[in-house]
């Protein structure tokens, strides 16, 4: 009744194969830096799409004990924003933040109290490390459609 060990050694042969398999397959979808893998990341935070349909231009996320986020500028249908445009964290946490400009025209993220000014084109993603203030929020914008409400905060909980 025993399973002869010859047959156990190819089963386990192909079980790793398998893996192997596996972990090729998803280490060959990883970015290939070009910018254009920023669909499958977007979807990925669980806050904000509940299903009310209009509140992109106001999501929030919690950021406490994270190390990076992701911060999408979004330019369509004449409407100017981030995404999110409020990221909650705690007092004096640094984070970094991937920028992503996911529109068709120029934007900078901006921040003034922390030298931060970057410019992005289409498509472009930037990383900025920010931080937390010790109470109350720290405005970010872009310079080019802050009129526009082109805005967001840093805001401590
Ligand atoms: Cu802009």
Not at 39 to 44: C, E, K, Q, R
Not at 104 to 113: A, C, L, Q, R, S
Not at 133 to 143: A, K, L, N, T
């Amino acid at each position: 009744m025993q399973i002869p060990s010859s047959f156990r050694i190819v089963a386990l042969l192909a079980v790793l194969a398998f893996v192997a398999a596996a972990c090729s397959n998803a280490s060959s979808t990883a970015p290939t830096g070009d910018g254009t893998t920023s669909m499958t990341n977007s979807t990925g935070s669980s806050d904000g799409d509940d299903g009310d349909g209009d509140d992109d231009a106001h999501q929030t996320d919690h950021v406490s004990g994270d190390t990076s986020v992701e911060v999408e500028a979004e330019d369509e249908e004449d409407q100017f924003y981030f995404k999110p445009s409020t990221i909650i964290g705690k007092a004096g946490q640094s984070i970094v933040i991937a920028v992503q400009n996911e529109g068709g025209v120029e934007h900078t993220f901006t921040i003034d109290d922390q030298d931060i000014d970057v410019s992005l084109s289409p498509e472009q993603v930037q990383e900025v490390t920010v931080t937390f203030p010790d109470s109350g929020s720290v405005e970010y914008y872009c310079r080019i459609h802050v009129n526009l409400g082109m805005r967001g905060e840093l805001k401590v909980a």
